[in-house]
């Protein structure tokens, strides 16, 4: 009897499911739902296609052409890639790419690191100092390379005032080749040095403090405490902030654009690609250039998740 | 008030792996079921079934006669209490009160009406602006049972409401649940893991295992007269002892299916070994040797080791703790027999009315 | 307190002090530069103080460029990327926090990829497509290549997931709609992650140089920092004092922002290199 009427109400559910799947209303709501999670995630999609993507591939396509955007694009194949590289000058701005990229990461990251050793203790002066190294970074890369440009003048600068009271020759900042691509370095790693501070000093703090305190009891000095168990658990942290330094460093702008307008040797990569797209309007040879940046960032980016998804996580 | 039914219900998380296959289950109106189960056992699947949370595989529920197909959770006239509370930390105390009435467009008035009725009966009026990360545990308890109680459903959910809080608070709360039960006369649906908040609770327990009844009835039925080895395990602390047929000799010949004989801690008596013939009638006699014994207040256990197997013992005389060698005696007709499935069954022997121990 | 201990508490606050003004300074030479006359920044040795504050450098300032402009189109600009930023981020966010869908991995792997990519490499392509749809010069093509930002969408989504779902089943029994949900909800515990999330958009497209630069001919919709940028081309040489003038414009409402929500700041900064 109660099976009975067990069965009897399951096949009647089972009847009044089909019906109810059949119905039109409910085929659009299930369809609804189904495409919900896309119409949200459609909007931001359309803006990184649009904005992002397709120009990438379009700036592939563009550097097998030539064109000045007055004439029609005529398709050159490989001649801008062959032309790029045995151009001395190119090659030249290849180099202080990289002079500038070694430079503001190498000195950034060991001055970062020896400030975040220096500030990591959670006191009153040390929170300030550490929002005060830290404001340069939000401000605009356009102000700061006016305030520096200003005290690196050669005869009215500040920077040269300084030299002239401790009796040391003076320097023209901006106007020796030799110099003006590591003044920029300098200008670069004042804005930065903060923020790769506070990064450190929140990794070190992330750090279990019981692992001091067992290298305490095994009689560690400090110096290898520091190399055995402080270096290896911010390793993480170290080589992020040496990737986006690199990359940092290779889209740098601003500076150059204000302080040098690319003279004096401080041409680099990115303010080439700018210079031959507006100012030359030689639009295939600068979209050739672009593409060896992308093949650049792209190269570093696939190494950087590489060894991030194979490092082990001591965490 | 209503009752509620599950007919036939499957539910499978991925193809071909179900965890609840053709249920069948009645939760009758107006009283306090208790879902208790391992975890693992599917009981919270089934509350959040009942919720509508969880979309059962196959099968149908019905509240109150009515069927529960695509009836969203927030029209399906229930309320739960979860685990974690689950008050939204971003609203007051009021605000996380009312958010449901709101939905459900009750006019201001009666909104607060409401709130304040329960909020006195509850005991959190004080509380009312305040963020429920500023209140302990045992209020944030009871402002989710608020939460709950102001929908006035006509069936209570709770989720293991009590396992978060220590267990001062959780007996506290127990009692105070059972007072609200007796005075609402709700449908309430109780899942735990905890056989004594199931037991001093619910006036109805389901004991579920992998998916599948073992038993269901009163507490004291279930405690009394388990049918399976897994109820007369799971109910009760320390768990029913269970041994062998087989490595008992202390039997007179028992039919073939019977292969487990089991009885409970609270149910024997305790003699030195020498002693043990003072017992008359039917008993089964044990002998071993005492392991552990641990003085719990009201009770001393014991761990004993016999030649049939290790068992343990609850023994209320305190006036002396027995060390060595002991005699064990049980009563005949607090022994429990189970066949080689596990499941009770009454010998062929005591049906004829004859006695089995030697 | 012993000999040593002494001279090491003596060093640290000579240190403390050096940091401070390695860092400080360039901002007081922008701030005394701003109020001196022309004649004493061509001084040499410089001054250190300024006796009679010279305010006009702002004014002039102003008049030098159309600055008012430039302003309302720096707010203008900064406004609209944060008003297409939320629409944008906030629904994907959500979506890559709570649904299951097909291709969901392969979408948030392209979005978060989009990260590495800087305004520095794509401004020509992006230019040429604006070029080709007549919008050089316009709002859009300041506002549109950042109206989705992909750090957006993988930061609140992480504060999304990290909403128990239990939180939203109780919310579901209390008769909420999925937009109340997210409304009501998700909105406001993603309040302080939001914060954060403007705070970085605002102060970026404030200080944004490159892209207004490469993306207009003209001063119609160029903002601040090009205007500051102009103020040196205004005579021959450059002239500090109004540039310095300027720039403290440029510099005060990030201070300000600063000042005020320095937690907020520093943490959206540095989020990244956190993880």
Request: aromatic content about 12%.
């Amino acid at each position: 009897m109660a099976n009975n009427y067990v069965s009897d109400r399951r096949s009647q559910s089972i009847e009044s499911r089909a019906l109810k799947v059949n119905t039109r209303g409910e085929t659009l709501k299930i369809i609804g739902k189904k495409a919900l999670p896309y119409g949200l995630v459609a909007p931001s999609l359309v803006v990184f296609i649009v904005f992002m993507i397709y120009p990438m591939i379009y700036m592939i396509y563009l550097s097998f052409h030539k064109w000045n955007m007055l004439s029609d694009k005529t398709f050159i194949g490989f001649s801008n890639y062959t032309k790029l590289f045995s151009d001395p000058s190119f090659l030249e701005v290849v180099m202080t790419t990289v002079k500038f990229m070694v430079g503001t990461v190498s000195v950034s990251v060991i001055l970062a690191l020896i400030l975040a050793l220096y500030l990591k203790e959670n006191t009153a002066i040390n929170k300030f100092l550490q929002s005060v190294i830290f404001a340069p970074y939000i401000v605009s890369l356009v102000s700061i390379s006016f305030i520096f440009m200003w005290m690196m003048d050669s005869d009215l600068g500040l920077f040269n005032y300084a030299l002239n009271l401790l009796h040391l020759p003076t320097v023209r900042w901006l106007e020796n080749p030799n110099v003006a691509i590591y003044s920029l370095v300098l200008v670069n790693v004042w804005k930065g040095v903060g923020y790769y501070t506070l990064i450190f000093i929140s990794a070190f703090q992330s750090i279990p403090p019981y692992l001091y305190e067992a290298a305490k009891l095994d009689n560690a000095s400090k110096t290898k405490t520091f190399f055995k168990i402080t270096l290896p658990m911010i390793s993480p942290t170290l080589f992020f902030i040496t990737l986006t330094g690199i990359i940092g460093g290779l889209k740098v702008f601003e500076t150059i654009n204000i302080m040098t307008a690319g003279a004096n040797g401080t041409n680099t990569l990115v303010y080439n690609l700018y210079q031959y797209g507006f100012q030359f309007h030689k639009i295939g040879y600068a979209s050739a250039m672009g593409v060896i940046l992308m093949v650049i960032i792209g190269i570093l980016t696939l190494f950087y998740f590489n060894t991030l998804s194979k490092r082990v996580h001591y965490r | 008030m209503q009752k509620i039914e599950l007919i036939s219900i499957d539910k499978a998380y991925e193809v071909g792996n179900p965890i609840i296959e053709n249920l069948n289950l009645n939760i009758d109106d107006g009283s306090f079921t208790v879902l208790l189960g391992p975890s693992g056992c599917g009981k919270s699947t089934i509350l959040r079934m009942i919720a509508g949370l969880e979309k059962e595989t196959g099968g149908e529920i019905f509240i109150g006669g009515k069927t529960m197909q695509n009836v969203e959770p927030g029209d399906r006239d229930i309320a739960m209490v979860f685990q974690n509370y689950a008050l939204y930390p971003t609203m007051t105390v009021r605000g996380n009160i009312e958010f449901g009435l709101e939905n459900n467009k009750i006019p201001k008035d009666e909104r607060n009406t409401r709130i304040h009725e329960i909020c006195d009966m509850i005991g959190i009026t004080e509380y009312l602006n305040r963020k429920p990360q500023s209140l302990s545990g045992g209020q944030r308890q009871r402002v989710a049972l608020a939460r709950a109680m102001v929908k006035k459903p006509s069936v209570f959910l709770m989720d293991e409401p009590l396992s978060n809080l220590d267990a001062k608070l959780r007996s506290q709360i127990r009692t105070e649940l059972i007072e609200l039960y007796h005075n609402l006369k709700t449908t309430f649906v109780y899942v735990t893991h905890d056989q004594v908040e199931a037991m001093s609770m619910g006036t109805h327990i389901i004991l579920l295992n992998k998916g599948e009844i073992m038993q269901q009835g009163s507490p004291i039925e279930i405690y009394n007269n388990p049918q399976n080895i897994f109820t007369a395990q799971f109910i009760g602390t320390p768990p029913m002892n269970i041994l062998k047929m087989s490595d008992i000799n202390n039997f007179k010949r028992v039919d073939d299916d019977v292969a487990y004989v089991g009885f409970r801690p609270e149910h024997v008596q305790i003699a030195p070994k020498n002693l043990s013939n003072m017992f008359a009638g039917s008993v089964l006699r044990l002998t071993g040797k005492i392991v552990t014994h641990e003085v719990l207040g009201s009770e001393i256990l014991y761990k004993v080791e016999t030649p049939s197997g290790v068992i343990l013992l609850k023994i209320f005389d305190l006036s002396q703790i027995f060390e060595g060698e002991i005699s064990v005696v049980i009563p005949e007709k607090n022994l429990c027999y189970f066949d080689h499935n596990e499941n009770r069954i009454i010998p062929r022997e005591i049906a004829d009315g004859k006695q089995l121990c030697i | 307190m012993n000999q040593s201990s002494k001279l090491k508490t003596v060093l640290k606050w000579i240190l403390n002090i050096l940091i401070f003004l390695i860092f400080f300074v360039p901002f007081y030479w922008m701030l005394l530069t701003s109020i001196k006359s022309l004649g004493e920044t061509l001084q040499f040795p410089p001054t250190f103080l300024v006796k009679t504050p010279h305010f006009e450098n702002f004014k002039n300032a102003f008049e030098a460029i159309p600055f008012l402009k430039f302003t309302v189109n720096s707010i203008v600009v900064a406004l609209g990327t944060l008003f297409f930023q939320f629409i944008t981020v906030v629904p994907a966010a959500y979506a890559y926090a709570r649904y299951k869908f097909k291709f969901k991995s392969i979408f948030f792997g392209a979005t978060l990829a989009t990260m590495m990519i800087p305004a520095q490499l794509i401004f020509l392509p992006v230019f040429l497509l604006f070029s080709k749809w007549g919008m050089i010069n316009t709002y859009w093509s300041l506002i549109l290549p950042y109206a989705s930002s992909a750090f957006g969408i993988f930061m609140l989504r992480q504060t999304f997931m990290q909403v128990p779902e239990e939180l939203i089943e109780a919310a579901r029994l209390d008769k909420s709609s999925e937009f109340q949900i997210v409304t009501k909800i998700m909105l406001p515990i993603a309040k302080p992650t939001l914060v954060t999330l403007a705070l970085l958009t605002f102060i970026e497209t404030w200080n944004n140089y490159f892209w207004p630069l490469v993306m207009t001919t003209n001063d119609t919709v160029r903002t601040l920092p090009l205007g500051i940028a102009s103020l040196r081309m205004v005579e021959s040489g450059i002239n500090y004092h109004t540039v310095m003038a300027g720039n403290v414009i440029l510099i005060i409402p990030i201070l300000i922002a600063y000042f005020f929500a320095q937690r907020h700041i520093i943490e959206a900064f540095t989020y990244m290199g956190e993880k």
